[in-house]
């Protein structure tokens, strides 16, 4: 596996949808890039998806949150919290996640409220907040090889029950990842 020294930091409502938190995990494990997270980023999109679905419980959504801890061991990003005060941002509430962005040098925040991540402030710490699709289509102009494998990967997940090509592409099109389906729309062969 390679091993890249781009980092980017997961904003809490990338992960709250499996099926992106899914396909950003398989992105994570090609080594194309450095994925982290934090315990706070865990906190929210957990709370938010146990508001939302009464069909989960606290124990599944914690043996995920575990399951993507011990995928990347070093995705989880620590001690940041000395940092927050002293960082503006439009929701004080974000605070948290640039500073954890800050400490493990992220090249990026993945979130797509990206009002609540002003370029002017982040590109302070040279840090850019980028939507999920931009992300990703960025990363296949570095590594197309590496979106294609993720995607293989993910869709080869899919058991229960099983997606052709076609609906696993329309699964992420839900995603809100239309420029992303767009480019794997050609492959469909391969994944």
């Given at each position: 596996?390679?091993?890249?020294?781009?980092?980017?930091?997961?904003?809490?409502?990338?992960?709250?949808?499996?099926?992106?938190?899914?396909?950003?995990?398989?992105?994570?494990?090609?080594?194309?890039?450095?994925?982290?997270?934090?315990?706070?980023?865990?906190?929210?999109?957990?709370?938010?998806?146990?508001?939302?679905?009464?069909?989960?419980?606290?124990?599944?959504l914690d043996r995920t949150?575990?399951?993507?801890?011990?995928?990347?061991?070093?995705?989880?990003?620590?001690?940041?919290?000395?940092?927050?005060?002293?960082?503006?941002?439009?929701?004080?509430?974000?605070?948290?996640?640039?500073?954890?962005?800050?400490?493990?040098?992220?090249?990026?925040?993945?979130?797509?409220?990206?009002?609540?991540?002003?370029?002017?402030?982040?590109?302070?710490?040279?840090?850019?907040?980028?939507?999920?699709?931009?992300?990703?289509?960025?990363?296949?102009?570095?590594?197309?090889?590496?979106?294609?494998?993720?995607?293989?990967?993910?869709?080869?997940?899919?058991?229960?029950?099983?997606?052709?090509?076609?609906?696993?592409?329309?699964?992420?099109?839900?995603?809100?990842?239309?420029?992303?389906?767009?480019?794997?729309?050609?492959?469909?062969?391969?994944?």
């Open positions: 596996m390679r091993h890249s020294s781009f980092t980017a930091f997961y904003d809490a409502n990338v992960l709250y949808p499996a099926p992106l938190r899914d396909f950003l995990m398989h992105l994570a494990l090609t080594g194309a890039y450095r994925a982290r997270w934090s315990a706070l980023v865990h906190d929210e999109w957990k709370r938010n998806l146990l508001a939302n679905r009464s069909d989960l419980t606290q124990g599944q949150s575990a399951l993507m801890d011990k995928a990347v061991p070093d995705g989880l990003v620590t001690g940041y919290e000395s940092l927050i005060e002293g960082l503006q941002l439009p929701d004080v509430d974000d605070r948290h996640v640039l500073a954890a962005a800050i400490k493990c040098n992220a090249s990026v925040i993945v979130t797509f409220n990206l009002k609540d991540f002003p370029k002017d402030i982040l590109g302070q710490f040279n840090i850019e907040p980028l939507h999920p699709d931009d992300f990703i289509t960025d990363l296949w102009d570095i590594d197309a090889a590496a979106v294609l494998e993720a995607a293989r990967r993910q869709r080869a997940s899919l058991k229960v029950p099983p997606h052709s090509a076609r609906e696993y592409l329309d699964r992420l099109l839900l995603q809100k990842l239309p420029e992303t389906v767009k480019l794997l729309s050609s492959f469909e062969f391969v994944i």
